[in-house]
């Protein structure tokens, strides 16, 4: 009706079955779309979910990995020292 296709005054049995049809048709094409997508997006859910936790176990081993070499660092500095002193 918004676009001016239906004309409520020429309708007519046959003219009304063939548009509930065809409203039945694309209802059925966009529930199969919906399913279809929101599997795609469960699926990229999972995925981001698993990406999320593999970048938190990555930083967490970046941070111990920094302080172990700092704690290093700071034992090789009071070795220096004790050698030059």
């Not at 929101?38 to 081993?61: C, G, P, V, Y």
């Amino acid at each position: 009706m918004l676009s001016g296709d239906l004309q409520p005054s020429k309708a007519t049995p046959d003219s009304n079955a063939q548009t509930i049809e065809n409203n039945k048709k694309a209802m059925s094409e966009l529930e199969s779309r919906v399913q279809s997508n929101r599997a795609k997006m469960e699926s990229l859910m999972d995925t981001s979910q698993e990406n999320s936790d593999a970048l938190m176990s990555n930083k967490n081993a970046i941070k111990d990995r920094r302080n172990s070499m700092m704690s290093n660092r700071d034992k090789i500095l009071a070795n220096k020292d004790k050698i030059f002193s």
